[in-house]
């Protein structure tokens, strides 16, 4: 059995909170007096803890904004950073039952997830380079690579501004760059074809490599697949 013992400066029910994070991953648990979790229990307490964390951040974000005579509302710039919002950004809105409004980023080429792997995964086994595909927000598509580093992830502020150039790059010899938001790495070289749809970047294909340097071969591969995608999202 696994005992949680405290220091006593915190209350019963975050007592209860730190044990289940201590323990939650173990079959059999006692709390210190004496009361039996099951590995059910635990994970429930665990789930109602986040969904009282995120219920306490939204309350704490409950900004009040008045609509002008045209409708318009507008979103603080805090949250517009921390959401990643920028300005010409598609939202969705939506209603509830609650009388909530609620508004969603939207990805155009989100909806092209699936078409966007099979595109990913015909150009690694075309030219044998890791293959990344994403939206303004994350990558959506990988390919060659670890789908747990990348896929899912947040992209760097370095893809974002090639995204916002609006012309593909070669970059060769470059040591640590960072794809993903937060994190670097070592490669030895990359190319990146931004996806323009009616006059807007929406995402862009990456190639890159550790071990080799890439060339105009690969440079215009993920031009004729940005390009490709891009018509795709018009039709």
């Known amino acids: 059995m696994e005992y949680f013992h405290?220091?006593?400066?915190?209350?019963?029910?975050?007592?209860?909170y730190l044990f289940v994070y201590r323990t939650f991953q173990m079959k059999d648990t006692k709390f210190k007096h004496g009361k039996d979790f099951t590995s059910v229990e635990v994970m429930l307490v665990l789930q109602n803890h986040q969904m009282k964390?995120?219920?306490?951040?939204?309350?704490?974000?409950?900004?009040?904004?008045?609509?002008?005579d045209l409708g318009r509302v507008v979103?603080?710039?805090?949250?517009?950073?921390?959401?990643?919002?920028?300005?010409?950004?598609?939202?969705?809105?939506?209603v509830d039952r609650d009388g909530e409004v609620i508004l969603k980023k939207y990805s155009?080429?989100?909806?092209?997830?699936?078409?966007?792997?099979?595109?990913?995964?015909?150009?690694?086994?075309?030219?044998?380079n890791p293959v990344l595909i994403c939206d303004r927000d994350a990558y959506i598509a990988v390919a060659?690579?670890?789908?747990?580093?990348?896929?899912?992830?947040?992209?760097?502020?370095l893809m974002g501004k090639t995204m916002?150039?609006?012309?593909?790059?070669?970059?060769t010899s470059q040591g640590e760059v960072s794809l993903v938001?937060?994190?670097?790495?070592?490669?030895t070289s990359y190319t990146v074809g931004p996806i323009i749809a009616n006059g807007d970047p929406i995402g862009a294909?990456?190639?890159?490599?550790?071990?080799?340097?890439?060339?105009e071969v690969e440079q215009k591969a993920v031009e004729t697949a940005a390009g490709f995608l891009a018509r795709q999202m018009e039709s």
């Open 53 to 68: 964390v995120r219920q306490h951040w939204m309350k704490a974000t409950g900004i009040v904004r008045r609509i002008d």
């Open 6 to 16: 405290s220091d006593g400066r915190n209350t019963k029910q975050e007592k209860k």
């Open 144 to 157: 060659g690579s670890s789908k747990k580093d990348y896929l899912n992830k947040n992209i760097s502020d």
């Open 205 to 215: 294909v990456v190639i890159f490599s550790k071990e080799k340097t890439l060339g």
């Open 108 to 128: 155009p080429i989100s909806e092209l997830s699936d078409f966007a792997k099979e595109y990913a995964e015909a150009l690694f086994d075309s030219l044998g």
């Open 181 to 187: 938001d937060g994190n670097e790495e070592t490669v």
């Open 75 to 94: 979103i603080p710039k805090e949250i517009r950073r921390t959401l990643r919002i920028r300005e010409g950004d598609p939202l969705e809105i939506f």
């Open 164 to 171: 916002e150039e609006r012309s593909s790059v070669l970059k």
